[in-house]
């Protein structure tokens, strides 16, 4: 089974920009892996920020956004608030968007 | 507005099955064609997806968790359940259910727990 990958954890400051990557132990990550990603704060549940590489949901904020960045999935946060601070997992869709995988998340700390 | 709702024990013995309903609101299981999906992650740990079931019926499994999982529909009850046989400590987890075609909307998750 395909290992996804993501950074264990990062620093943003407050109104700084941060790019969060995902990675496939399978090779470059394309749009043929329908990239989500999911937010994540204590005691709730994922809500999805990002899907399909770079198409976001109406509650998801603008400061965020969804690429493909040197053969990974990416998010970018600019303008980074207080209350973004947060687990963030990365999906990857494998044979035909029929299986998935997660990223083992990246905790980011806005300080 | 879409809304999904685990049920099931809290509480399940070493070796035994898990079940697990979610009860789907505000839409139709089978109005569409939608995927549902259950999901895991252990208490400190990150998520891991179980499977899914079209509404029709076909299914998707984890392939590390396939032997052991079923996944089902009972579009006259608007729900879909999820069983885990023969499970051990390491299945405990919060368990959520979701849409998964888009996995945008999401149960808020129930904890099972597997002790004697």
């Known amino acids: 089974q395909a290992v996804v990958t993501q950074e264990p954890s990062l620093t943003v400051s407050p109104g700084g920009t941060v790019t969060l990557t995902c990675g496939s132990s399978t090779g470059a990550v394309t749009s043929g892996h329908y990239p989500y990603w999911f937010q994540q704060k204590p005691g709730q549940a994922p809500r999805t920020l990002i899907y399909?590489?770079?198409n976001k949901h109406s509650w998801t904020p603008a400061r965020f956004s969804g690429s493909l960045l040197g053969g990974k999935a990416a998010l970018t946060l600019s303008g980074a608030q207080p209350e973004d601070e947060a687990e963030y997992y990365c999906l990857l869709s494998y044979s035909g968007a029929r299986r998935w995988v997660f990223g083992g998340g990246t905790k980011l700390t806005v300080l | 507005q879409l809304q999904l709702q685990e049920s099931g024990p809290g509480l399940v013995k070493p070796s035994e099955t898990l079940s697990l309903t979610c009860t789907v609101s505000?839409?139709?299981?089978?109005?569409?064609?939608?995927?549902w999906g259950w999901i895991r992650q252990p208490p400190g740990k990150g998520l891991e997806w179980i499977g899914s079931?079209?509404?029709?019926?076909?299914?998707y499994y984890n392939p590390s968790l396939k032997s052991r999982v079923t996944i089902s529909v009972d579009t006259s009850k608007n729900q879909f359940s999820l069983k885990l046989s023969s499970v051990t400590a390491a299945d405990t987890a919060v368990y959520y259910c979701?849409?998964?075609?888009?996995?945008?909307?999401w149960g808020q998750g129930t904890l099972v727990t597997v002790s004697s």
């Open positions: 979701a849409r998964s075609s888009d996995f945008d909307y």
């Open positions: 079931i079209y509404y029709s019926g076909s299914t």
């Open positions: 505000g839409g139709s299981i089978s109005s569409s064609s939608y995927y």
């Open positions: 399909d590489t770079s």
